[in-house]
């Protein structure tokens, strides 16, 4: 069966197209739960045929699990280092992958701080993730 849907509301079917591999799982109540973490886990070994890792068989694409913020880990890692995030919702993370060179990260840490400031946001902290 070929149904072609057609434009409606915000869904353009001319934004279609292949994909070489996608998989969502979601609770559309929006509720917390780890087990949708777990089936992402599940998707991204699943789609691994699919160009998921490097060649090497080592490093990866950057395909990942996105997922909501846990407030309760930040708010605790940040006590640890010193500054006090906000109300749940009121703020965002960022996972930046920065250069080893220290100047190089000095630049970096600049010239990102400079957009983040540019769009009226205000950096909070910053936290060095353990390895």
Known sequence: MNVRVKKQGLYDP????????????VNITGRRDHSIIEY????????RHRGAAGSDNVTGDGAGILFQVPHE????????IGFTLPD??????????????????DKCHKILTGAIEHYDMKILGWR???V
Request: charge should be negative; proline fraction near 2%; aromatic fraction near 10%.
């Open 73 to 80: 880990f930040f708010t605790e890692e940040c006590d640890k």
């Open 128 to 130: 060095d993730v353990p």
């Open 40 to 47: 992402g886990k599940q998707i991204l070994q699943n789609l």
């Open 14 to 25: 001319r934004f279609e197209h292949d994909a070489c591999g996608i998989g969502a799982v």
């Open 88 to 105: 749940r919702g009121k703020y965002g993370v960022a996972l930046v992958f920065g250069a080893q060179n220290s100047a190089l990260s």
